[in-house]
């Protein structure tokens, strides 16, 4: 596993900074105008440009190699970031989330191509737990600087380029032939559609659900807790951690019971901590563990949705299938933050019974589906596999993908 070191050690650094930077956003928009609309907006074109940047990074790395490609991408969001901290102005700071995105994705292809080419089928999902834990673990430490630092001055920009140059270090210090992205196979996604709504659907209302806790829960938790950043930042970073602690339990389960059963109760276990949260008193301990299990709950209903479709898939379209899914989830991580900005902007208590409304829909269509579609055989379904939500090119580090281990399985329903 040495050879994974670079990569991984790169965007290690690389997502503190990134964690750091996705709470800090929302809460400097908060203290300067404390204008939820815009804080979503905000949101919204950065998942934009990490979409578009997705579908267009793959040519600059075959191009000229996963290092210096590495390289650019991260002076380009190095630069970008730090430009933040030279204007106030909100059409620029929209044009430089946007291009914010799009270095992040570029990012993302560099790290997720160079690990799918260096790993094999023996050890790719071992990779993929290595590659979660570093991007997850090192984004719920990130959430600890904003308690350290005051977030209305330049301090936390700076510190943010310095990791991000930091980073660079690792990858660029490492001497590694530059591997082949590989060819995907063509599922359009009309067919996807046809083959497994459900998976579309659940995958879009996961977007919906993340893109509105990543730019407007840091927003409705300083609300609570009297603007008080220490506070924000744990409270963040215990979310985070129920995120990535409780995909296993819930993927084991999903292995044994009908994953769609697992998709109503994950759905309604999100909407019984919403309805927790809004009774619980301000500052109360019992926020951290409300918090954990709402991680846990808005965390995995996409890795759910997405092993319900693959359920559904030949084994030689699961590569093209998971980027479909995750190209459903894009479109609802877009429309996500906007959505969350309104409900908070007019309704009390809006950014919750934001999620209680989508998580209940959700639930709601999977209920109705169970009558009309019969539950997938045991034998038949694919095992499930906590895909991160980032670009196309990690559809095929997912084991899933490996047609070689998947002969045995037959045509689904």
């Not at 980073?167 to 009309?190: C, D, H, K, N, V």
């Not at 951690?241 to 339990?249: H, V």
């Not at 899914?325 to 019974?353: K, N, Q, R, T």
Request: hydrophobic content about 50%; proline content about 6%; some cysteine.
């Amino acid at each position: 596993m040495t050879r994974f070191v670079a990569p991984l050690s790169g965007m290690f650094i690389f997502a503190l900074a990134s964690g750091y930077l996705m709470t800090l956003i929302p809460l400097r928009i908060n203290a300067t105008d404390g204008n939820d609309f815009m804080a979503g907006l905000m949101g919204t074109v950065y998942y934009l440009g990490l979409l578009a940047g997705s579908y267009r990074s793959e040519n600059i790395v075959s191009r000229v190699g996963h290092i210096r490609s590495f390289s650019c991408f991260m002076a380009l969001l190095c630069a970008s970031v730090l430009s933040l901290a030279l204007s106030e102005n909100t059409s620029v700071w929209l044009l430089l989330r946007f291009i914010n995105g799009m270095a992040v994705a570029g990012i993302f292809v560099v790290v997720e191509s160079w690990l799918l080419c260096e790993s094999d089928s023996s050890n790719r999902g071992r990779v993929l737990s290595f590659y979660m834990v570093s991007l997850y673990g090192a984004n719920a430490i990130g959430q600890l600087f904003v308690g350290f630092l005051d977030s209305s001055s330049l301090t936390p920009f700076i510190l943010i380029g310095i990791l991000l140059s930091v980073s660079i270090f690792p990858p660029a210090m490492t001497r590694i032939p530059t591997p082949e992205i590989q060819e995907a196979s063509s599922l359009g996604f009309r067919k996807l559609y046809e083959l497994t709504p459900s998976g579309v659907l659940g995958c879009f209302a996961g977007g919906l659900v993340l893109g509105g806790l990543y730019s407007m829960l840091p927003i409705y938790l300083a609300d609570q807790s009297g603007s008080d950043d220490h506070t924000v930042a744990l409270f963040l970073a215990v979310t985070m951690i129920g995120g990535m602690a409780l995909q296993f339990p819930v993927g084991y389960l999903s292995d044994i019971i009908d994953r769609r059963k697992m998709l109503i109760a994950v759905a309604l276990a999100g909407c019984v901590v919403c309805f927790g949260l809004i009774l619980t008193p301000e500052n109360s301990w019992l926020n951290f563990p409300l918090l954990f299990l709402f991680g846990g709950a808005t965390f995995t209903l996409y890795p759910l949705a997405i092993s319900h479709g693959c359920d559904h898939m030949h084994p030689d379209d699961i590569v093209a299938g998971t980027q479909g899914l995750l190209l459903a989830y894009s479109f609802g991580a877009c429309i996500g933050p906007v959505m969350a900005s309104l409900f908070m902007g007019h309704i009390p208590e809006g950014l919750m019974l934001y999620f209680i409304a989508i998580m209940s829909i959700t639930g709601i269509f999977f209920l109705i589906r169970m009558a009309y579609r019969p539950a997938i055989y045991s034998s038949d379904e694919q095992p499930f596999v906590p895909v991160p939500r980032t670009t196309p090119i990690v559809a095929q580090i997912d084991p899933r993908s490996e047609a070689e281990e998947l002969l045995d399985a037959e045509e689904p329903i």
